[in-house]
Nanobody
Framework: QVRLVESGGGLVQPGGSLRLSCTTPGFNLAYYTVAWFRQAPGKEREGVLCSEPRDEITYYLDSVKGRFTISRDNHKNTVYLQMNSLTPEDTAVYYC?????????????????????WGQGTQVTVSS
């Protein structure tokens, strides 16, 4: 089963930054809608940010606007999640997921089911 691979997690102090990476050897992410999700201890998984192949961006969480950004490097077949001004509330396991849904109207991030392609997750801990 093809899986995505996340990296870049770790321990960071409040106010710090991390950049997570998501890649896969199995297919070309440039043609997929890719999203980042997170799951904190005792909480349900929640969507964070999403990027469509035509670079439409959707924020699933208002709390990360102005702090987190998502970007692609198609030559490296990698999608990044840049996280700045981190707070302890951002502590979670972060997952990337991909979906073949595309949309000419920039709605794929809202319509995708993300059923099939997930990574194993990378732990982000924000603590002093």
């Amino acid at each position: 089963q093809v899986r995505l691979v996340e990296s870049g997690g770790g321990l960071v102090q409040p106010g710090g930054s991390l950049r997570l990476s998501c890649t896969t050897p199995g297919f070309n992410l440039a043609y997929y809608t890719v999203a980042w999700f997170r799951q904190a201890p005792g909480k349900e998984r929640e969507g964070v940010l999403c990027s469509e192949p035509r670079d439409e961006i959707t924020y699933y969480l208002d709390s990360v606007k102005g702090r987190f950004t998502i970007s692609r490097d198609n030559h490296k077949n990698t999608v990044y999640l840049q996280m700045n001004s981190l707070t302890p509330e951002d502590t979670a396991v972060y997952y990337c997921a991909a979906d073949p849904s595309i949309s000419p109207y920039g709605t794929a991030c809202r319509e995708a089911s993300f059923d099939d392609y997930w990574g194993q997750g990378t732990q982000v801990t924000v603590s002093s």
